[in-house]
Structure formats: C-alpha cells, structure tokens
C-alpha cells in the first residue's frame, strides 16, 4: 500500500487537475522554438541598422552642411567654423553653410543643435558656455552631455590680464600685492558673468587670497575698450582679444594661463612662473547631434584631424592654438571641465541674469 500510494502520487504529478484544458502536443515546442527565431530576428535587425549606418557614412556628404555658431557675427568661433567650412567644401564638394544663432549664452544656437536631425548635416562649435552653463542656469533646454556626439577640440586660447599701462603693477605677483594693499579697490572686467575669462579671474582670486571687483560687460570687447579709455585698470580676456593693443602697446599683459609660455606672446610669464598653479583656456569644440551615425562622426573626426593639421591654418585665426582629438577625448574633456568649473560657480554663488 505504501508503495502503490508512492506510485499514485508521482503519477498524480504529471497529470492535469480534472476538469483543466488539457495541453496541446504543440505548446512546447512552440516556446522552444520561439526564441532561437526572435533572437535570429534581432541579429537581421540589428545587421541591417549597421549596414544602414555604414551605407550613410560612406554616401556622406551628399548634400549642404550647415555649422551653427551659438554667437554674434565676426567673432573667433565665427572665423574658425568659415575656415574650417571653406576647407570641407573644397575637399568634399559639398557647400558648408555657417548660420550664426547668438543669444541666452549661446543656448539658443546650442538648443537649436540638439533639436536637429542626427544626420550629420548640423554641426555646431561650442566653448567653454557649454560647459559652465550648466551650474550656471536653473533649467536648460538640453542636456550638455547626453544631447551631443562629440567629433573633436579644434583650438584653445589661454588667458591674459590686459592692463592699461597707467596701472603700476607689471606682472601677477605686483598685482596681487597692490590687491591686498588695497583691498576693494581694483575694479576689472570679463567676457561676462561665467564666461572662462570671468572663472579664470575668480580662481585666481581665491588662489591669492585677495579682494578685487567684477564689473559685468556683455562682452569682452566692451571690457577691453573701457581698459583702454581709463574706465577700468584691468581686464581678463583670452590671449587673442587684446593681441593687437598689446602688440602697438596700448595695454600691458600681466601673465598667461598656459602650461608653457605662449608663442603669440613669449616674453609674458606664465601663472605658474610667478608662483600659481593657474591653467586655463577658452576652447573650441565640435558637436553633432546625439544619435549621429559611428561612421559618419568618424569620417567628421578623420577631416577635422587634416584640417587642423594643414600649414598656414591659423594666418586669419592669430594666437589660437589649432589643435585636434579623437571624440572619446573630447567627451573625456567636456565630462572633466564641467566637474572642474561646476563647484567654483557654485562656491562663488553665480546665477545668470
């Protein structure tokens, strides 16, 4: 009886509750087979989206490329994205359109960027506003990482202190020593609220330990001239903004925020030579819309590589360093100065207006 009521129960086991459906003979081997077809399905997909993307790099550039510079007309960005659009049209046959969209820090033109098809036909050159935008702004229209593929740094300018020659101080360690004489006292001006030319000052400020004002200008240009008419002793503007005054004389350079002393200027000291670990620059950067196509973003990096790299690039772009990356380097880049840059806008309390 044990055994015959062991045997009842392992058959009752594999039996159907009375009254259930009975299974069909096909429901198994349905689920069986099911898988191996939709996994076979997904591989076809997935080989045909690559042979789609590929198929799209090789056929790319077929028609105009426009590169949206996020600034106003016949700035550095203006006069870097026409010499690099003069050289892809003259490789690729294809005309390159630069339409500038300034406005909002240049958020307007970036927006406009991330919004476009992902197709390789709207490119945009950013600075450091994308980086610092960020913590600079409550809300954002785009996300500054994830709303971008990156293709390559282009250039970078280091900074300088410009100074009207009235002002005693010949180089950093003098004017420091004038700022905590009179603490309060120095007025001096930037490309605006967040810009690199503004950080670049605060870090300084902090790193010396001293007192000096900020005058908001909406621009460097205008900061530069009130330099030059008497209005402000100083004002920290990238290598390039002042080049000219500086070489005729009208305004003094202080220091420069380069590793090494800078070609376009070399008897300036660096930071560093006069005792502050200091380096910096306002860069250039290429963008496409996220979800751009592998190969296309390869074939955009592959020609900015030969365009940064020709002689005699840089004749209408005077004390800009062109220099070029890889995409992984450039997000590498973008991730670090936004983690570099964030805390000292906040530490410092900086809101756009």
Do not use: C
């Amino acid at each position: 009886m044990t055994m015959a009521t062991g045997n009842m129960a392992t058959a009752i086991r594999f039996l159907p509750q009375r009254g259930s459906p009975r299974p069909t003979p096909t429901t198994t081997t349905t689920k069986t087979m099911a898988t191996p077809a939709r996994r076979l399905l997904t591989a076809a997909l997935a080989a045909l989206a690559l042979a789609a993307s590929t198929l799209a790099g090789a056929e790319y550039p077929d028609k105009p490329i426009k590169i949206i510079v996020p600034f106003a007309p016949g700035g550095s960005v203006d006069i870097l994205a026409r010499v690099i659009g003069q050289k892809l049209t003259e490789n690729w046959r294809q005309p390159v359109i630069v339409e500038t969209r300034p406005g909002a820090s240049a958020m307007i033109g970036t927006q406009a960027a991330a919004k476009a098809d992902p197709d390789g036909y709207t490119l945009i050159i950013v600075v450091s506003t994308h980086v610092t935008n960020p913590a600079m702004h409550a809300t954002m229209p785009y996300d500054a990482l994830k709303d971008f593929e990156p293709i390559s740094l282009l250039a970078r300018a280091p900074v300088v202190p410009y100074t009207s020659p009235a002002f005693a101080p010949t180089n950093v360690k003098e004017l420091v020593a004038a700022a905590k004489e009179k603490p309060g006292t120095i007025n001096f001006g930037s490309a605006g609220p967040g810009s690199m030319t503004h950080l670049v000052a605060e870090m300084f400020k902090l790193q010396a330990s001293i007192v000096m004002n900020h005058v908001v200008y909406r621009g460097g240009t205008p900061a530069l001239n009130d330099v030059l008419a008497g209005q402000i002793p100083l004002t920290f503007a990238t290598v390039t903004q002042a080049l000219p005054q500086y070489q005729s004389g009208l305004v003094r350079a202080l220091g420069v925020t380069a590793a090494a002393r800078y070609a376009s200027i070399p008897n300036v000291p660096t930071f560093r030579e006069q005792g502050f670990d200091l380096v910096a620059s306002e860069w250039y950067g290429l963008l496409a819309p996220a979800g751009t196509a592998k190969p296309i973003v390869a074939k955009l990096n592959a020609e900015m590589r030969r365009i940064m790299a020709l002689p005699n690039l840089g004749e209408r772009l005077a004390a800009i360093e062109l220099l070029s990356s890889s995409p992984e380097e450039l997000s590498d880049f973008i991730r670090g100065e936004i983690d570099r840059w964030s805390p000292v806008i906040k530490k410092l309390g900086l809101k756009a207006e």
